[in-house]
């Protein structure tokens, strides 16, 4: 293991566009060979876009295959890239609204998704122009000891703290108490366990259980509420519009927040609808089969 890390941070200080000579190679072994998860992203696929031919939906797949072997290297290069460089691919727009909104809120909350590269998100900190604003972003450790320390170098690395989702609650507390003003990103479009849903949507055609933590946290502490709506320009440039939702949360029912959020996941989703994560398993629990477990 430790020697594939070795290898891993050694192809990081390629140039990007050797690295994305890698991705060219690996998406015909991905996609033809290996067939990673292929039934599973032809599946999400055909039901999220019933309106599309099969020509047109097998289209959006090999355009996923085809980015997820370049999201795969540009996340490697994550290690080594400069700020400069950095700054000039991920492009943030909305960092001054969002450091306005801390002068009322004690937190600003972004939702995001599994969405263009998420992980050049975590470089939001080089926007940021108060001295006095943090970020941090909530993230699940990793099993294996040597990839969790991989990716915790590489989502802090610009100056954003990693926050567990398993003592998010406790932390952003005490982030509070020490009257610290944070922005923290929220990656809230995984399938929650069975146990803990609490709420259903209509996303992309398909009745879909979704997390709402993010709210109910963002309830507990006043935070305002900002929508992540990313685009990817041409490979390897992206532009990111921090996009404000309210800085009043406590003024939504429960879960309408939550609800907004998928609505505007699914906008952008039909925009480039390539640069989702087709291969997770989105839609594996069922409304009725929930219900009876919960009773």
């Known amino acids: ?12 200080w390629l140039p990007l566009p050797v690295l994305y000579l890698f991705s060219d190679v690996c998406y015909p072994v991905i996609y033809y060979l290996v067939r990673y998860r292929r039934a599973v992203v032809r599946a999400n696929i055909a039901h999220s876009f019933p309106e599309m031919t099969e ?31 950095m700054k000039r691919r991920m492009v943030v727009e909305g960092v001054d609204d969002m450091e306005r909104s801390l002068e009322r ?16 998100i975590s470089s939001i900190p080089l926007w940021v122009t108060r001295a006095t604003t943090h970020c941090g972003q909530l993230y699940r ?41 944070t922005i923290i990103g929220f990656i809230s479009d ?14 992309l ?16 502490v006043d935070a305002a509420i900002y929508f992540a709506d990313v685009r990817r ?10 996009r404000l939702v309210t800085e009043d949360v406590r003024a939504y029912e429960d879960y309408r927040i939550t609800e907004i959020y998928m609505e505007e996941l699914e906008r952008i989703i039909r925009r480039q609808p390539h640069l989702w994560l087709w291969s997770h398993r989105r839609w594996k629990h069922r409304r ?3 219900a009876a477990q919960g009773d």
């Open 1 to 12: 293991m430790k020697i594939l890390i070795g290898l891993l941070r050694l192809l990081s």
């Open 55 to 85: 020509a047109e939906r097998r289209r959006v797949e090999r355009r996923f295959y085809r980015f997820l072997c370049d999201y795969g290297v540009e996340t490697l290069k994550l290690l080594t890239m400069s700020e400069e460089e």
């Open 105 to 120: 809120c004690p937190f600003v909350f972004i939702y995001l998704g599994h969405y263009c590269n998420w992980e050049w």
């Open 141 to 181: 450790p990793l099993e294996s000891k040597a990839f969790d320390e991989l990716f915790y170098k590489m989502r802090t690395r610009f100056g954003s703290a990693n926050i567990s989702k398993y003592d998010a609650l406790r932390q952003i507390l005490e982030m509070r108490r020490r009257g610290e003003r």
């Open 190 to 203: 995984q399938s929650p366990k069975p146990n803990s849903i609490h709420d259903w949507v209509n996303f």
């Open 205 to 220: 055609h398909q009745d879909t259980p979704v997390f709402t933590g993010t709210e109910r946290i963002a309830k507990k």
């Open 233 to 242: 320009v041409k490979r390897g440039y992206y532009r990111l519009h921090l």
């Open 288 to 290: 009725a089969a929930s």
